[in-house]
Nanobody, 126 residues
């Protein structure tokens, strides 16, 4: 079992930055691809970004490409999402998720991830 706990959410003004963290326990994350998803009120959960188990490859949703950066520190068993140039439409609960497997390109379906955190709220004010 992998337990995931997100942190770093909060209120940020449009154009500002925020860094989310996802700390894992139970197992080392070094064998897992790690993803970030988000869910806004009344909307379905949507893919944001994913990073390969060794950090060697990343993949982003078009809506965040060039603004968000996913990274990981396997020694700390932690994954990060750096959010820059935030927009009001980025407002959502952000979840991290883990899946076994090397593939990251196109792995955007939530059903392909085995473990999930409880989420952290991000609110971007205009």
């Amino acid at each position: 079992q992998v337990q995931l706990v997100e942190s770093g959410g909060g209120l940020v003004q449009a154009g500002g930055s925020l860094r989310l963290s996802c700390a894992a326990s139970g197992r080392t994350l070094s064998s897992y691809a790690m993803g970030w998803f988000r869910q806004a009120p009344g909307k379905e959960r949507e893919f944001v970004a994913v990073i390969r188990y060794n950090g060697g490859s990343t993949y982003y949703a078009d809506s965040v490409k060039g603004r968000f950066t996913i990274s990981r520190d396997n020694a700390k068993n932690t994954v990060y999402l750096q959010m820059n140039s935030a927009k009001p439409e980025d407002t959502a609960v952000y979840y991290c998720a883990a899946r076994l497997g090397a593939a990251v390109i196109g792995v955007t379906a939530a059903s392909r991830y085995e473990y999930w955190g409880q989420g952290t709220q991000v609110t971007v004010s205009s």
